[in-house]
Every structure is written in structure tokens, then in C-alpha cells.
């Protein structure tokens, strides 16, 4: 059985595509007590998580367990004073405590805040200073704690610190202390309006921004596990994401939950294309959702027989044709590409593996109401670049699954829904059969002798070259031109870079570019100015 039927309205054509979607909920809507509790009372048997490590450990929970331990952390924070609306921040890597402790913060109407493990003390300080932090629960693996420790220090205040399994100085041991406490609990009320959740942005752009998302925000992920993700009930969903990135959201708990399915966690450090196929394997893991890198190191080192994988999706940055028509190749399956941000759900996506088209973010979300705009404000023709900006419902409301608000910035919060519609910031074009392409940030957009460039389409060219390993293409500023287009580009081991080299890999791009987009200069770099998510921090290339 599935709950997402009791929250979502759909229809379909005769075809047996869907032609509308709509949510409904209550006023008091939890994730904790309305799914997870709901499957334990429905069917507490039904597998909830599947987990397993490097060390060959592995664990299996059904919803009845997940419910009573959930419980049992909840009443642990209680009882030490977390209450409604105090912030608590996490970073459990990938460790199964997540998908209890998860549910038990939203249960009490504690506010989670997610982050990754790879946080500095200096990372913790400014998220203490900027939410005003009460509890943490970390994993007792590596420096952690330490980090952790020293960020309190400095800041001074009441923390209630928590780690899981082992004790570490400092600590109290949440492990530990579930076992003493009570499965029973008394039912917190909140609002579906209430703050539920609060993820930092990678600082792309500028300092990490707290991204507010309230009790609706699980809903949103039905489209996402059902339609993009193509989950089943009673099957087994893999996502590769830590539990401090939003994606986490997207691919580990919420949507897929709702839709039935099992959700797959491997709990790993070092990245190894073997070892997460034997598990895909192993398990028999049915959908399966990774960044492009995880399909270019699987293409790279051999793509194995994975019988019972169905369906395969990607996002976070851009797919490289080559590696899409490789994969296909070898296992029969379309990678379904997806967009969306920190700030939303799913926006667009490669809903249909039969329709899916290497590059394109896929057409738009049956959830959202999308439009182009210029920078004049006109709606873009298509083709033409235009920013990706999300409308109201038909209600004039907030979509569900876009954030309500930014932390203490109510000024950038309307700064990104002037003109009445949430302004994205990235850069996209759509074509005749309303396929969605990326461009870049909307602040990336090069402009050149009269013409607007996207980085991605320049990147994508570039990665063709074989000895080429990451790029990152920018504008400069230019007598001529206004601005240039300059590549910053690491090569792969063993490849010098000399004059010669450049010139060839200038030469290859700007063959298949049109001559607007040539590529003028290229700098060779031993790595890329990244945030901590990964992602590269242009606004540092664009000013060296």
C-alpha cells in the first residue's frame, strides 16, 4: 500500500500519461505522524530502509520499527528541553540514525537543520551565529565532534550535543540513551506552515543563505519519487546523497516513502564504482538517482549487468551525451535528467525514458507553472536565454515544495519573488518541443560582441577533448568584445600543459562552436575554486 493516493490528485489520458496533479492536506499535516507512523499503524511491517557500510555491516527497518525508535528519540530531545521551533543541527553522513532522527525532530516540531559531515569549525560557527542553534546530533566518525566542539567554544552559549553508537568527550550518547527511553508519544501539534527544515546553500555565489522549507515540503516529492524517479511500491530507491544535501530529500525519504517504496542507503566515504554496483546488485535495488560524476566513473571503470535495475535518473550538473549514450548502451536505460534548487522540488525533468534527450533538463514539473524570462521581464521565444522562474498556483499561493523564506533575509526573499514570481537565477533556453536546456546561472551568462552565451554549451564541448578532466568557462572583460570566453581547464594525469596543447584544445572546441562562442583564452589550472558541495565558484574565476 502507498499513502501518497491520500495527498495527491492525479489524472491521465488515455495514453496513460498524466495531465494534471494537485495536492491536499490538512491543516496539521507531519511527515512523522502522517506517513511514518501512519505505515506502522497501517502496516508495520512494510520495509522502510535498507542499509549497509564498507565493513560489511547491514541493517533492514520496517516503518513499525522506524515509528517506536523515532518515538524514542523524541522523547530523549524532550525531555533534555528541544522543543517546537528550537533548531537542531545534523550531520549523520549517511548513517541509518538519520532516518530516525529525521522524523523525530519533525515530530516534535523541531527545526532540522542538515548539514555535511565535511563542515569546518569555521563552517559550524557561522551556521551557530546564523540560526542560533540549541542541539546538535553528529557522527562519532572522524573529527566531527572536534569541529563541533571547538565551534561551541568560540561562540559560547547552551548547546545540547548529542553523537550516535560510540561516547566521545563532550558527547552525550543518543544511542545510548534511546534505549532508556520511552516508545510511547504524545502527539506534538504544529502547523503545515510551521518551519520544518532549514538547509545552507553551497555559497555558490556568495555566503551559504538558510533556506527555509515548512511541513508541506515532503509532499512535494511525491512528483519526484513517482513520476521522475519511477519508484515502486514495495520496490528498493537509491539515491547518492548525503544527508546534509538537499538531494537527500529529494531521493532518500520523503517522496519515496509516500510513493511505497524501500529507500537504499550505503554508507561509504571513498567512492568506489565496484563496490556500489555489487550493492545495487546485491540488494536488488529497482530505481536509481546519482550525480553525472557516478556515471562517468562507472562508464569509465566498466558498467556491470544490473538485472534489476528499471530506471536510472540524474541532476545536479550537466550530463555529457557521451556518457548517456555509453550507459544506454550497456544497460538498456535512459538517464532521465532533473532541475531543481535547494529552494524548490523537482522543477523539470525527463519524466519518460522513451523521451528522455541527452543535455536537456526534460519538460516542466506537473507541480509547477514555469516561465522564461529576459532580463527586460518579457517572456522568452523560444530559444532565446531567459531566467527559469517559477509562477504562483492557481490559488495565487506559494507553490508547495518552493522554500517560505530565507533565514533573517526577508529583503532577499522578495528581492527573488519581485514582478510576482520566484526568480531562480539560472539561465535556460526551450525548445519547439518544450524541452528545457541549462545555461548557467543567470548571473554566468556571458555576453559577447552583441551575443549571450551559456557556459554549459562551451563546457560541454570542451569535456569531448580526451585530455581534458573538469572545466569551467566564464567571461572576461574584453576591449573588442565586452567580454571574452576563457576556459579554466584541468588536465588529466601525465598531460602537460604546454602552448601547443592549448592551442589544440582551443582549436577543437571553437571547431564545433559557433564563432560567437569561440573560446579566446584557456588557463590551466591544477584544480577548480569549489564550495564545499562541489560546485565551482565562478564568481572567483570571473575576478582572478
Same mark, same amino acid.
Given at each position: 500500500?502507498?499513502?501518497?493516493?491520500?495527498?495527491?490528485?492525479?489524472?491521465?489520458?488515455?495514453?496513460?500519461?498524466?495531465?494534471?496533479?494537485?495536492?491536499?492536506?490538512?491543516?496539521?499535516?507531519?511527515?512523522?505522524?502522517?506517513?511514518?507512523?501512519?505505515?506502522?499503524?497501517?502496516?508495520?511491517?512494510?520495509?522502510?530502509?535498507?542499509?549497509?557500510?564498507?565493513?560489511?555491516?547491514?541493517?533492514?527497518?520496517?516503518?513499525?520499527?522506524?515509528?517506536?525508535?523515532?518515538?524514542?528519540?523524541?522523547? %530523549?530531545?524532550?525531555?533534555?528541553?528541544?522543543?517546537?521551533?528550537?533548531?537542531?543541527?545534523?550531520?549523520?553522513?549517511?548513517?541509518?540514525?538519520?532516518?530516525?532522527?529525521?522524523?523525530?525532530?519533525?515530530?516534535?516540531?523541531?527545526?532540522?537543520?542538515?548539514?555535511?559531515?565535511?563542515?569546518?569549525?569555521?563552517?559550524?560557527?557561522?551556521?551557530?551565529?546564523?540560526?542560533?542553534?540549541?542541539?546538535?546530533?553528529?557522527?562519532?566518525?572522524?573529527?566531527?565532534?572536534?569541529?563541533?566542539?571547538?565551534?561551541?567554544?568560540?561562540?559560547?552559549?547552551?548547546?545540547?550535543?548529542?553523537?550516535?553508537?560510540?561516547?566521545?568527550?563532550?558527547?552525550?550518547?543518543?544511542?545510548?540513551?534511546?534505549?532508556?527511553?520511552?516508545?510511547?508519544?504524545?502527539?506534538?501539534?504544529?502547523?503545515?506552515?510551521?518551519?520544518?527544515?532549514?538547509?545552507?546553500?553551497?555559497?555558490?555565489?556568495?555566503?551559504?543563505?538558510?533556506?527555509?522549507?515548512?511541513?508541506?515540503?515532503?509532499? @512535494?516529492?511525491?512528483?519526484?519519487?513517482?513520476?521522475?524517479?519511477?519508484?515502486?511500491?514495495?520496490?528498493?530507491?537509491?539515491?547518492?546523497?548525503?544527508?546534509?544535501?538537499?538531494?537527500?530529500?529529494?531521493?532518500?525519504?520523503?517522496? +519515496?516513502?509516500?510513493?511505497?517504496?524501500? %529507500?537504499?542507503?550505503?554508507?561509504?566515504?571513498?567512492?568506489?564504482?565496484?563496490?556500489?554496483?555489487?550493492?545495487?546488485?546485491?540488494?536488488?535495488?529497482?530505481?536509481?538517482?546519482?550525480?553525472?560524476?557516478?556515471?562517468?566513473?562507472?562508464?569509465?571503470?566498466?558498467?556491470?549487468?544490473?538485472?534489476?535495475?528499471?530506471?536510472?535518473?540524474?541532476?545536479?550538473?550537466?550530463?555529457?551525451?557521451?556518457?548517456?549514450?555509453?550507459?544506454?548502451?550497456? =544497460?538498456?536505460?535512459?538517464?532521465?535528467?532533473?532541475?531543481?534548487?535547494?529552494?524548490?522540488?523537482?522543477?523539470?525533468?525527463?519524466?519518460?525514458?522513451?523521451?528522455?534527450?541527452?543535455?536537456?533538463?526534460?519538460?516542466?514539473?506537473? +507541480?509547477?507553472?514555469?516561465?522564461?524570462?529576459?532580463?527586460?521581464?518579457?517572456?522568452? @521565444?523560444?530559444?532565446?536565454?531567459?531566467?527559469?522562474?517559477? =509562477?504562483?498556483?492557481?490559488?495565487?499561493?506559494?507553490?508547495?515544495?518552493?522554500?517560505?523564506?530565507?533565514?533573517?533575509?526577508?529583503?532577499?526573499?522578495?528581492?527573488?519573488?519581485?514582478?510576482?514570481?520566484?526568480?531562480?537565477?539560472?539561465?535556460?533556453?526551450?525548445?519547439?518541443?518544450?524541452?528545457?536546456?541549462?545555461?548557467?546561472?543567470?548571473?554566468?551568462?556571458?555576453?559577447?560582441?552583441?551575443?549571450?552565451?551559456?557556459?554549459?554549451?562551451?563546457?560541454?564541448?570542451?569535456?569531448?577533448?580526451?585530455?581534458?578532466?573538469?572545466?569551467?568557462?566564464?567571461?572576461?572583460?574584453?576591449?573588442?568584445?565586452?567580454?571574452?570566453?576563457?576556459?579554466?581547464?584541468?588536465?588529466?594525469?601525465?598531460?602537460?600543459?604546454?602552448?601547443?596543447?592549448?592551442?589544440?584544445?582551443?582549436?577543437?572546441?571553437?571547431?564545433?562552436?559557433?564563432?560567437?562562442?569561440?573560446?579566446?583564452?584557456?588557463?590551466?589550472?591544477?584544480?577548480?575554486?569549489?564550495?564545499?558541495?562541489?560546485?565551482?565558484?565562478?564568481?572567483? +574565476?570571473?575576478?582572478?
Amino acid at each position: 500500500m502507498t499513502l501518497y493516493q491520500k495527498y495527491a490528485e492525479e489524472s491521465f489520458d488515455e495514453n496513460g500519461r498524466l495531465v494534471s496533479f494537485s495536492l491536499k492536506y490538512p491543516d496539521n499535516f507531519n511527515f512523522g505522524y502522517d506517513v511514518v507512523d501512519e505505515y506502522a499503524r497501517l502496516e508495520p511491517d512494510k520495509r522502510a530502509l535498507v542499509w549497509c557500510d564498507t565493513e560489511g555491516r547491514e541493517r533492514e527497518f520496517t516503518f513499525g520499527e522506524l515509528s517506536r525508535l523515532s518515538n524514542r528519540a523524541a522523547n %530523549v530531545f524532550l525531555s533534555s528541553g528541544i522543543k517546537k521551533g528550537d533548531r537542531v543541527l545534523v550531520a549523520l553522513k549517511k548513517h541509518y540514525e538519520y532516518w530516525i532522527t529525521a522524523p523525530a525532530l519533525a515530530k516534535i516540531g523541531a527545526v532540522m537543520i542538515p548539514v555535511t559531515h565535511m563542515l569546518t569549525a569555521k563552517d559550524y560557527i557561522y551556521r551557530i551565529e546564523a540560526a542560533g542553534i540549541k542541539g546538535f546530533v553528529v557522527t562519532d566518525q572522524g573529527d566531527v565532534c572536534a569541529r563541533v566542539l571547538e565551534a561551541v567554544k568560540k561562540t559560547g552559549g547552551e548547546h545540547l550535543l548529542w553523537t550516535v553508537r560510540e561516547d566521545r568527550e563532550g558527547f552525550r550518547n543518543l544511542t545510548a540513551e534511546m534505549e532508556q527511553a520511552d516508545e510511547e508519544l504524545r502527539r506534538t501539534e504544529t502547523s503545515v506552515k510551521d518551519p520544518m527544515m532549514i538547509y545552507f546553500t553551497s555559497g555558490t555565489t556568495g555566503l551559504p543563505k538558510g533556506v527555509i522549507h515548512d511541513h508541506s515540503y515532503p509532499l @512535494a516529492h511525491i512528483v519526484t519519487a513517482r513520476y521522475w524517479h519511477h519508484v515502486k511500491d514495495g520496490g528498493l530507491h537509491f539515491t547518492v546523497a548525503e544527508t546534509g544535501w538537499a538531494k537527500s530529500s529529494w531521493g532518500k525519504i520523503y517522496g +519515496q516513502w509516500l510513493a511505497g517504496s524501500a %529507500v537504499m542507503v550505503f554508507d561509504f566515504d571513498n567512492f568506489d564504482p565496484k563496490m556500489m554496483m555489487h550493492v545495487i546488485n546485491k540488494y536488488k535495488v529497482n530505481t536509481f538517482c546519482a550525480p553525472p560524476t557516478v556515471y562517468r566513473y562507472l562508464v569509465r571503470s566498466g558498467v556491470p549487468d544490473m538485472p534489476s535495475l528499471s530506471h536510472a535518473t540524474t541532476a545536479g550538473e550537466l550530463l555529457n551525451p557521451e556518457v548517456f549514450r555509453k550507459f544506454k548502451e550497456k =544497460t538498456g536505460l535512459s538517464l532521465c535528467e532533473g532541475y531543481g534548487q535547494t529552494e524548490t522540488a523537482l522543477l523539470t525533468g525527463n519524466f519518460s525514458a522513451e523521451e528522455s534527450v541527452p543535455g536537456s533538463m526534460g519538460v516542466t514539473s506537473p +507541480q509547477y507553472d514555469l516561465v522564461l524570462l529576459t532580463r527586460d521581464g518579457k517572456k522568452a @521565444a523560444v530559444g532565446e536565454i531567459g531566467e527559469v522562474c517559477v =509562477t504562483p498556483g492557481k490559488d495565487g499561493n506559494r507553490p508547495v515544495g518552493l522554500f517560505s523564506g530565507y533565514l533573517d533575509n526577508d529583503e532577499l526573499f522578495r528581492e527573488v519573488w519581485r514582478g510576482g514570481v520566484y526568480h531562480t537565477g539560472d539561465s535556460a533556453y526551450i525548445d519547439e518541443q518544450g524541452r528545457y536546456w541549462f545555461n548557467g546561472r543567470f548571473d554566468d551568462i556571458i555576453k559577447t560582441g552583441g551575443y549571450r552565451v551559456g557556459p554549459y554549451e562551451i563546457e560541454n564541448v570542451l569535456m569531448e577533448h580526451p585530455d581534458i578532466v573538469e572545466c569551467s568557462v566564464v567571461g572576461v572583460p574584453d576591449k573588442l568584445r565586452g567580454q571574452a570566453i576563457k576556459a579554466y581547464i584541468v588536465l588529466k594525469k601525465g598531460i602537460t600543459a604546454e602552448h601547443s596543447l592549448e592551442k589544440e584544445i582551443r582549436d577543437f572546441a571553437n571547431a564545433r562552436l559557433s564563432d560567437y562562442k569561440w573560446v579566446r583564452m584557456i588557463e590551466f589550472v591544477d584544480e577548480m575554486p569549489k564550495t564545499i558541495s562541489g560546485k565551482v565558484r565562478k564568481i572567483e +574565476q570571473r575576478k582572478s
